[in-house]
């Protein structure tokens, strides 16, 4: 596979791994309730997100309600809308950065420069698959630690929800995105790099020939 079709994958994993940042962004199942009794009757499900919760009657019916106030939000659900917001820009920036230092592009001339840039772009990605896995382990780390406490009633115990393995899954994306467009960039930029031969000026001879030591 030739260095401009690996870049072109990185970048489409990159992509993906985008895309699914903001879908766990907006879905509103960060934690889900935990039914761990035996004789319970399940007529409500309890998702809780980042930016409302939502109540799933038994019947179909379901109502979600946004957060009324930031500042009295936990501090988990405060840096993780931050987190998860600056991923979806720095996402965007990395994209662009990316195409414009793309093989594929002619937006730069192709040297050094282009291949510095394209590096910038992956190494953005990685940023953002390190930012956006803190808020999906301290969510996780809450919601495991909760669980097993004797002390939570068995009413507030909650478990991961489906936007935390999106999350996960959109953070290996980013990152193997990441590291493809950086190697590949990296391997192309030493490929490039060929050693400048210079040939010592041909003298002519008192017979008025060249010497043949003056050829390289």
């Given at each position: 596979m030739t260095?401009?079709?690996?870049?072109?994958?990185g970048l489409g994993l990159g992509i993906l791994g985008w895309v699914g940042v903001i879908l766990a962004c907006g879905l509103p199942m960060w934690q889900v309730s935990a039914f761990i009794d035996v004789n319970i009757v399940v007529a409500q499900t309890i998702w809780e997100g980042l930016w409302m919760n939502c109540v799933y009657e038994s019947t179909g019916q379901m109502q979600c309600k946004v957060y009324d106030s930031i500042l009295a939000l936990p501090p988990e659900v405060q840096a993780g809308r931050a987190l998860t917001v600056i991923v979806a820009l720095l996402g965007l920036v990395a994209l662009m950065v990316t195409v414009v230092g793309a093989q594929c592009t002619n937006c730069i001339r192709p040297g050094k420069m282009k291949s510095r840039i394209v590096i910038a772009g992956g190494a953005i990605y990685i940023?953002?698959?390190v930012l956006v896995l803190i808020p999906l382990c301290w969510f996780a780390n809450i919601v495991i630690s909760d669980f097993y406490d004797p002390t939570v009633p068995s009413s507030q115990k909650r478990e991961m929800g489906a936007a935390l393995y999106i999350g996960w899954a959109a953070t290996a994306l980013l990152l193997f995105g990441g590291c493809l467009i950086c190697c590949c960039s990296?391997?192309?930029?030493?490929?490039?790099?060929?050693p400048v031969k210079y040939s010592a000026p041909r003298r002519p001879t008192s017979n008025g020939e060249y010497d043949k030591k003056n050829y390289v």
């Open positions: 260095s401009a079709a690996v870049e072109i994958l940023l953002c698959g990296c391997s192309q930029r030493d490929e490039t790099s060929f």
